[in-house]
């Protein structure tokens, strides 16, 4: 049952979760991940097997495809409708690629010039439909996000997105994060990413006594974008590393990763954050730094990755007054259709998004569901509910700019 509408949202520490009852046990047998999720920069400008480039055909087809929904708004767009004969093969190659390899893909070569912003939100939208689920980004219920310090910034509470400052390597809340570069800062920063599951093998071999910490994890700050009867913090700990048995036996390590989150929750009732915690986060930030891969982010350019084996983040850039050449990206955030073994699937999976108007799917977001609140255990988690794995049968957009 969720909550009830006269008792608010209370944070709960006492939830007995599968990580706080073992993490002795946990850290005693942990193993380096050895999937294809584990790489270094290095390695990817070896092996460039994750750019992919869109071809003559596919703009064809994607032309078409827009073409076909051009009557209708963002959210009535269903991977059923957009068709995708041929780009079909190699989005289906990314998904596998993001989902069960390394956690991210770059795809090239989308003309943006071409299309007005509205045309590109469709394009975008029904591109990654093929890939998951789409869910609500902002305190707009917006299903595709603008990333930019511009008129299109969209209400996004304390949250830092499309400030030219540096963005340090973190996750996002959903499964994966698509960024589609519509305009870069006249200095061009580069884009990086880095794997999770390597930092984590870091730590496992050299640095295991911050293993407990990482595994027991951090409140998630909610950045002054939860609903009228949730609190400013989680009110539970989401493990920043967590461990789940997967096929075959190997374990399944998922990084739930944002230093700027973790710490708002933390300085909520103090000045500054404790020194072990401050020393740590330094040191998971040196250490994803250092295996990161940097790459440019051109116009057309498409990157997504997956947030629970990947963090993705961003060089700053100077300050670009002029509206016109401001820097805009849009942003989808999507589920995956098949879940990821995760620990606790109510922490680790939703624990991060499902607050305020985040974390809603198109269809919820027609029923007005994103005008409630999201459902919860008496611990103040998210309940784990089965969604339609389509987006589909939507009657609005949530793209409200
Ligand atoms: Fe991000």
């Known amino acids: 049952m969720g909550a009830s509408p006269d008792q608010p949202d209370r944070p709960r520490s006492d939830r007995p979760t599968s990580e706080e009852q073992s ?12 999937d294809r999720s584990v790489w270094t920069g290095a390695d990817l400008e070896v092996d460039r097997s994750w750019e992919y480039l869109l071809t003559d055909q596919h703009l064809e087809e994607l032309g078409r495809a827009l073409m076909s929904v051009s009557d209708r ?32 893909s770059l795809l090239r070569g989308l003309p943006v010039d071409r299309y007005e912003y509205e045309e590109l939100e469709r394009l975008y939208w029904g591109l990654c439909s093929h890939l998951g689920t789409g869910v609500t980004q902002n305190s707009d219920a917006s299903l595709i996000h603008y990333v930019t310090d511009g008129r299109l910034r969209p209400n996004q ?38 794997s999770s599951t390597r930092v984590f093998n870091e730590f496992v071999e050299r640095h295991p006594e911050h293993l407990p910490a990482l595994l027991e994890g951090f409140e998630w700050d ?16 989401v493990p920043v590393f967590s461990i789940a048995p997967g096929e075959g036996g190997a374990d399944r390590v998922s990084c739930r990763y944002n230093r700027f989150w973790m710490a708002k929750a933390l300085l909520r009732d103090r000045d500054r954050l404790p020194e072990g915690t401050w020393a740590l986060f330094n040191l998971f930030d040196e250490i994803a730094e250092s295996v990161r891969l940097d790459l440019p982010f051109e116009p057309g350019d498409m990157q ?23 820097r805009v990206l849009m942003r989808v955030w999507f589920d995956f259709d098949e879940a990821r073994p995760v620990a606790d699937e109510g922490i680790i999976r939703y624990g991060i998004i499902r607050h305020g108007a985040l974390g809603w799917t198109a269809e919820q977001l027609n029923e007005g569901r994103h005008l409630g609140a999201h459902e919860r255990d008496r611990h103040g988690v998210p309940l784990v509910q089965p969604r339609t794995p389509l987006m589909g049968d939507a009657t609005q957009t949530g793209a409200t700019h």
């Open 222 to 237: 909610r950045l002054d974008e939860q609903g009228p009867r949730e609190t400013a913090t989680s009110g539970y700990k």
């Open 73 to 104: 708004p963002l959210s009535r767009i269903a991977r059923d409708d957009f068709h995708l004969p041929t780009l079909g093969g190699v989005i289906r190659s990314i998904g596998n690629e993001i989902r069960d390899g390394r956690g991210f």
């Open 23 to 34: 993490v002795g046990e946990q850290v005693a047998r942990l193993r380096p991940v050895t």
């Open 157 to 194: 509470g304390l949250r830092g997105v499309g400030s030219p400052k540096k963005s340090g390597l973190h996750v996002d809340l959903a499964d994966c994060v698509s960024l589609l570069c519509v305009r870069q800062a006249p200095d061009e920063p580069m884009s990086w990413v880095a």
């Open 304 to 326: 997504f990755v997956n947030n629970y084996v990947a963090l993705h983040g961003r060089d700053a850039h100077a300050e670009v007054p002029d509206e016109d050449r401001k």
